[in-house]
């Protein structure tokens, strides 16, 4: 069955350090994307990025950056030089055809970062 | 601007006292749902909608009713809410199709059942 796990359920730095969140997947498509959202306190889902299953290359957005490896089924999640406002809770989900469609998200648990000044 | 909103934002109720949490977006899209999000769980999808009068359970559709009688509108209907059910609910939308397209999260609606 289509699955995320984040095994990490709270990570706890000290600011400007560099943080790894672990993600990783189980899908049988052959076809699938992979999501992360950032939700802050307030409440809402922030969506950070999107791959899908044909591209591997990593990307870079400032001080984030996204590893996928599909050999090991993982699409972790780098903060580099963490700061206070990457305090939050990080999802990973999944979203593929056989679990609902396209247009239907498999989450993980979330991982909660604090990250402490 | 593109958008999906949530109301009420913040509700307590009783228990078994009917509630409506209304969705609303204005991209016309075809495919709206519902997900409930609690502690070590993540998000679970609870009712999704293909079209204006096409509905379908998601995950957990226990206790939840929805309607699509609007293609803008999705309510979420609880007829006799339990403690349960108290959590974070989220509306979505977005445009089906053969590949992912881009999903729109509402800002969340907290339901404590007491």
């Known amino acids: 069955a289509q699955k995320v796990t984040q095994a990490q359920t709270e990570i706890s730095v000290v600011e400007k350090e560099d943080v790894t969140l672990d993600c990783v997947y189980e899908t049988r498509d052959t076809t699938y994307y992979l999501f992360w959202y950032k939700q802050p306190p307030s409440g809402e889902l922030v969506f950070l990025i999107r791959?899908?299953?044909?591209?591997?290359q990593n990307e870079i957005s400032g001080r984030y950056s996204w590893n996928f490896q599909k050999s090991t089924s993982s699409f972790n999640f780098t903060i580099t030089a963490s700061q206070v406002v990457d305090s939050a809770v990080y999802f990973c989900?999944?979203?593929?055809?056989?679990?609902?469609?396209?247009?239907?998200?498999?989450f993980g648990a979330g991982t909660r970062l604090a990250v402490h000044p | 601007e593109a958008q999906v909103t949530q109301n009420p934002r913040y509700l307590i109720t009783v228990t078994g006292k009917k509630l409506t949490v209304t969705c609303s977006q204005n991209?016309?899209?075809?495919?709206m749902s519902w997900y409930r999000q609690d502690p070590g769980l993540g998000l679970r999808q609870i009712y999704y909608s293909m079209n204006v009068e096409v509905t379908d359970k998601g995950d957990v559709p226990e206790g939840y009713k929805v309607s699509r009688k609007e293609k803008r509108n999705f309510p979420l209907i609880l007829e006799s809410p339990s403690p349960n059910q108290t959590s974070l609910y989220f509306c979505?939308?977005?445009?089906?199709?053969?590949?992912?397209?881009?999903?729109?999260f509402g800002p969340g609606t907290r339901l404590t059942v007491t």
């Open positions: 989900a999944l979203s593929d055809l056989l679990s609902g469609g396209y247009n239907k998200l498999i």
């Open positions: 979505a939308s977005s445009s089906p199709g053969r590949v992912h397209n881009e999903q729109y």
């Open positions: 991209m016309n899209h075809e495919y």
């Open positions: 791959r899908n299953s044909f591209d591997e």
